[in-house]
């Protein structure tokens, strides 16, 4: 079966004894890109040395609702500088947060619209990260009607997937789907979106998927999501998978 994960961060240091081996197998063994997100400069940099290394590496820069509070001039300077380049397929993961609120929400509200208006401007995609904000998310979703992107990870609840699925966005889910007691009205809301609207991703080292759980996670895994979304689905795994994948090829049609 030939696969995508459309979100990782093989950049951090988890991965610093095998991350060569881990992409090696990934590649080899039917993965056909991945996207790879930095969420600061170090991260970045780091993207651009694997992209020069592996092909069909596509990746991402972006400030976190986390880290919200320190994109200034500078940061949004590097963005713009890194766009400029081409050295981006994607603008993200941006979005909020407010069950952890690591930056003020004040900030996490600027610092998201910043990004949507360089996005906006740039013609990249975004990658949204919200948490227990669905509310605010949708109002600037809709403050950006030409931006197009990925609801990633989704956990949220059903209103925000309609709106982002209205706007034309794509919706992406994680290892989350196989967590037996923890997320039946995720699994509900992956059977409502449209095929051709499904991305799969790992959002590893984090959320490895069952049998898995508590483990670090890789790009490898993304396998065990499809396979479930393709049980709920009631689709051969391969099929939902090769669907999946024209998605993610079709969001990303300007980067070959």
Same mark, same amino acid.
């Given at each position: 079966?030939?696969?995508?994960?459309? +979100?990782?961060?093989? &950049?951090?240091?988890?991965?610093?004894?095998? #991350?060569?081996?881990?992409?090696?197998?990934?590649?080899?063994? /039917?993965?056909?890109?991945?996207?790879? &997100?930095?969420? =600061?400069?170090?991260? +970045?940099?780091?993207?651009?040395?694997?992209?020069?290394?592996?092909?069909?590496?596509?990746?991402?820069?972006?400030?976190?609702?986390?880290? $919200?509070?320190?994109?200034?001039?500078?940061?949004? $300077?590097?963005?713009?500088?890194?766009?400029?380049?081409?050295?981006?397929?994607? &603008?993200?993961?941006? =979005?909020?947060?407010?069950?952890?609120? +690591?930056?003020?929400? *004040?900030?996490?509200?600027?610092?998201?619209?910043?990004?949507?208006?360089?996005?906006?401007?740039?013609?990249?995609?975004?990658?949204? +990260? @919200?948490?227990?904000?669905? #509310?605010? @998310?949708?109002?600037?979703? #809709?403050?950006?009607?030409?931006?197009?992107?990925?609801?990633?990870?989704?956990?949220? =609840?059903?209103?925000?997937?309609?709106? /982002?699925?209205?706007?034309?966005?794509?919706?992406?889910?994680?290892?989350?789907? @196989?967590?037996?007691?923890?997320?039946?009205?995720? #699994?509900?809301?992956?059977?409502?979106?449209?095929?051709?609207?499904?991305?799969?991703?790992?959002?590893?080292?984090?959320? $490895?998927?069952?049998?898995?759980?508590?483990?670090?996670?890789?790009?490898?895994?993304?396998?065990? &999501?499809?396979?479930?979304?393709?049980?709920?689905? /009631?689709?051969?795994?391969?099929?939902?998978? *090769?669907?999946?994948?024209?998605?993610?090829?079709?969001?990303?049609?300007?980067?070959?």
């Amino acid at each position: 079966m030939d696969y995508i994960d459309s +979100h990782c961060h093989i &950049v951090m240091d988890r991965f610093d004894e095998d #991350r060569n081996e881990i992409l090696a197998d990934y590649f080899r063994s /039917g993965g056909k890109a991945m996207l790879s &997100v930095a969420t =600061g400069r170090e991260d +970045h940099e780091f993207n651009l040395t694997l992209s020069l290394k592996w092909d069909n590496f596509y990746t991402s820069l972006g400030w976190h609702p986390h880290d $919200a509070k320190d994109f200034g001039k500078n940061e949004e $300077a590097f963005l713009l500088s890194a766009i400029e380049k081409r050295e981006i397929q994607a &603008v993200g993961e941006i =979005g909020l947060d407010y069950h952890y609120n +690591h930056s003020e929400r *004040a900030e996490q509200l600027r610092t998201f619209d910043r990004q949507m208006v360089i996005a906006d401007k740039s013609g990249l995609p975004v990658i949204i +990260h @919200t948490r227990e904000a669905d #509310r605010d @998310t949708m109002d600037i979703l #809709r403050r950006y009607r030409k931006v197009r992107g990925i609801l990633h990870c989704y956990t949220s =609840g059903r209103e925000l997937m309609e709106a /982002g699925l209205e706007l034309d966005y794509f919706v992406s889910f994680s290892g989350i789907i @196989t967590f037996q007691k923890s997320a039946p009205e995720i #699994r509900e809301l992956l059977k409502a979106v449209p095929l051709d609207r499904l991305l799969f991703e790992t959002d590893s080292p984090y959320l $490895a998927p069952a049998p898995f759980r508590g483990k670090r996670n890789d790009p490898r895994k993304v396998v065990y &999501v499809i396979e479930k979304a393709a049980e709920l689905k /009631g689709l051969e795994p391969e099929k939902l998978s *090769a669907q999946a994948n024209q998605n993610f090829y079709q969001l990303f049609s300007a980067f070959p």
